[in-house]
C-alpha cells in the first residue's frame, strides 16, 4: 500500500506506507461501530487500519487548518469583508442550481 502526503505547499509526495508505520494505536469500538468501519472499508475498498488512519489523518489536517491565522491589513480585511458580502454574479449556471429541487426535500 503507498500513501500520499501533501507538503504544506500542496505537494504531493508518496511514499510506502509500511516504512512510515513504526508505533501502534489501540482503540476499545463497540461492535456495531466495528461493523460499520468495515462496512465503509469494504465500500472504498481498503483495509480496516488503510480506512481508519485515511478518516484520522484527514480529520486532523481539518482539524489544524481550521486553526490557521490569516493576517491582513485593514484594507485588505475590508475587501475580503466587501467581497463575501457581495451577492454572487447571476450565472445561467446559479439560476439552474437554486432552481433545481434539493434531493433531501
Known amino acids: 500500500m503507498r500513501t500520499t502526503l501533501r507538503t504544506s505547499k500542496g505537494n504531493a509526495t508518496s511514499k510506502a506506507a509500511s516504512s512510515a508505520r513504526s508505533t501502534n494505536i489501540n482503540l476499545r469500538i463497540a461492535p456495531a461501530q466495528r461493523a460499520l468501519i468495515d462496512q465503509a472499508a469494504r465500500a472504498v475498498h481498503k483495509t480496516r487500519t488503510g480506512f481508519i488512519l485515511d478518516a484520522a489523518a484527514r480529520e486532523a489536517e481539518n482539524a489544524l487548518l481550521d486553526q490557521r491565522v490569516f493576517m491582513l491589513s485593514p ?31
Open 75 to 105: 484594507d485588505k480585511l475590508q475587501a475580503l469583508h466587501a467581497a463575501m458580502d457581495a451577492p454572487p454574479d447571476p450565472s445561467e449556471t446559479l439560476r439552474a442550481l437554486l432552481a433545481r429541487k434539493p434531493k433531501w426535500t
